[in-house]
């Protein structure tokens, strides 16, 4: 149940933030420090059937997860469990977006870092915060 609501709300906080951005920053940039830059950028999905392939990939990943996670088999941490969710919220917000939209909204740069979005951040701080988590317990 953990891992659902970190999983709803990494969702639900993306897809909002993308649409403040979208709807506030338009076209333009908003420089809120020398290196940190508010800036929208359009990722466009132009193949339809590797977008369906990413469907299915995340569903049958998504599945196995959350069967390992109920049988009590894997990641038994409570910060395991969080560290998941937001990995699973992030992929479900640009999933989502590639799937309604057929772009992914990105709009967080800093210095030379390639554009990224807040489902970007959950995903990269939330798989290796699982994995380290289940390490630590499973030891």
């Given amino acids: 149940m ?8 990494g969702l639900l906080v993306d897809q909002f933030s993308k649409a403040v951005v979208a ?3 338009g076209e333009g940039a908003i420089s809120l420090c020398r290196f940190l830059q508010i ?6 999905t132009t193949n339809r059937r590797i977008g369906r392939l990413m469907v299915v ?11 390992l996670v109920g049988q009590g088999l894997y990641f038994d941490s409570a910060i395991a469990r969080i560290g ?18 057929g772009q992914i ?10 554009v990224f979005n807040v489902a ?12 380290l988590a289940h390490l ?4």
């Fill in 136 to 139: 630590r317990t499973a030891v």
């Fill in 57 to 67: 990939v995340w569903i049958l990943a998504g599945a196995s997860i959350l069967l």
């Fill in 39 to 44: 800036r929208v950028v359009k990722r466009v």
């Fill in 120 to 131: 970007d951040v959950a995903i990269v701080v939330g798989l290796p915060l699982a994995f």
């Fill in 2 to 9: 953990q891992l659902l609501l970190v999983a709803v709300v």
């Fill in 23 to 25: 709807r506030h920053v």
């Fill in 84 to 101: 998941l969710g937001l990995a699973f919220g992030g992929a479900a917000g640009n999933l989502f977006d590639r799937l309604a939209r």
């Fill in 105 to 114: 909204i990105d709009f967080i740069q800093i210095g030379f870092w390639p």
